[in-house]
């Protein structure tokens, strides 16, 4: 079946550093891929999406491209903020909406001042 | 925007105990959806329902069951609870066909089965 992997953390960094979360995933079509971010005591709110192969993502800073080739749909931000502190969700879905999607595990992120 | 609400923040009940989390939509979302969020699990979706009392397992329905009687509020039902039902769960509803189309979460209720 469908899975998505992802950097699982936690991951503490400074602000203005530079962030990456690799998400890589298997799926049998074309799945849309998304980024989903948790802010503390919050439900899940969608950060950014793509839709098809090089797609580009991008929100507040971050950015996620659709790499069809590798299979990945890596999130990064040239500069985080205290702000950021959340745990991202990387997801797929195979029917292209929100119908059933699949989560990585997800990955806490603090940023320090 | 949307307001996705959940019942409860944190819940506390007994095993055995029969148990309802509650969630309602303000958007007139065709979706709804249940998730439990435990540490290093991610998240897993429990049941979802695309219709006024239609409903389809998701990936680990054992031990649980829903109602959807109105199209705003989607119930979980804990028939008989247990410790290993101790969870964050996630409410979550979206309208599909949508170009933007996303979910929208509730804050999730804490639930401990003691």
């Known amino acids: 079946g469908d899975s998505v992997t992802q950097m699982e953390g936690p991951v503490t960094l400074s602000e203005e550093a530079f962030l990456t979360i690799n998400c890589t995933y298997t799926a049998t079509g074309y799945p849309s891929l998304f980024w989903y971010v948790q802010y503390p005591g919050e439900g899940l709110q969608l950060l950014l999406k793509?839709?098809?192969?090089?797609d580009k993502g991008s929100n507040k800073g971050f950015e996620a491209t659709y790499r069809k080739e590798t299979t990945s749909f890596h999130l990064e931000k040239g500069s985080v903020q205290v702000s950021d502190s959340a745990v991202y969700f990387c997801a797929l879905s195979d029917k292209g909406g929100s119908e059933k999607l699949v989560f990585g595990k997800g990955m806490k992120l603090t940023v320090n001042p | 925007d949307v307001k996705v609400t959940q019942s409860s923040r944190y819940l506390v009940k007994r095993t055995g105990e029969k148990v309802f989390l509650e969630c309602v939509q303000d958007m007139d979302h065709e979706n709804m959806f249940w998730y439990r969020q435990d540490p290093g699990l991610g998240l897993r979706l429990i049941y979802f329902s695309y219709d006024v009392k239609m409903k389809e397992k998701g990936d680990i329905p054992e031990g649980y069951s829903v109602s959807r009687e109105k199209k705003e509020r989607f119930s979980l039902i804990l028939e008989s609870a247990s410790t290993n039902q101790t969870s964050m769960y996630l409410c979550?509803?979206?309208?599909?066909?949508?170009?933007?189309?996303?979910?929208?979460f509730g804050s999730g209720t804490q639930l401990s089965v003691l």
């Open positions: 793509a839709t098809k192969a090089d």
């Open positions: 979550a509803s979206s309208q599909p066909g949508q170009t933007n189309e996303k979910l929208f």
